[in-house]
């Protein structure tokens, strides 16, 4: 089980960008799935974007599809979501997780995520 902590929060204009950052304690998964998830008010959880660390193929929700990014860095203990032509709807608290699996079927689940950060909050304003 890892500690995450998120940041890169904020309010941001209609098109602008924001750059979330997950800090994991460690890295002592060989290989696991990493995913940022959000969650507007009044609405469930969602996927944004995830990844295995077995490959380099990541998954991204339509509604972000071309906008985000997905990136882990300093040997997966760093998981970056850079945000650009920010909209309105993307309006949300915004969740790292990190589960740890030898392949990357669990990934595509939110029960394949053991380890989550407590959040952190977008708002683009129009």
């Known amino acids: 089980q890892l500690q995450l902590v998120e940041s890169g929060g904020g309010s941001v204009q209609a098109g602008g960008s924001l750059r979330l950052s997950c800090t994991a304690s460690?890295?002592?998964?060989?290989?696991?799935?990493m995913a940022w998830f959000r969650q507007a008010s009044g609405k469930e959880r969602e996927d944004v974007a995830r990844l295995w660390t077995g490959n380099t193929t990541a998954y991204y929700a339509a509604a972000v599809k071309g906008r985000f990014t997905i990136s882990p860095e300093n040997a997966n203990t760093l998981l970056v979501l850079q945000m650009g032509s920010l909209k309105p709807d993307d309006t949300a608290t915004y969740y790292c997780?990190?589960?740890?699996?030898?392949?990357?079927?669990?990934?595509?689940?939110?029960?394949?995520?053991?380890?989550w950060g407590r959040g952190i909050q977008v708002t683009v304003s129009s």
């Open positions: 460690t890295n002592k998964y060989r290989s696991y799935c």
């Open positions: 997780a990190f589960g740890e699996s030898p392949n990357p079927f669990p990934c595509n689940t939110a029960a394949g995520f053991s380890d």
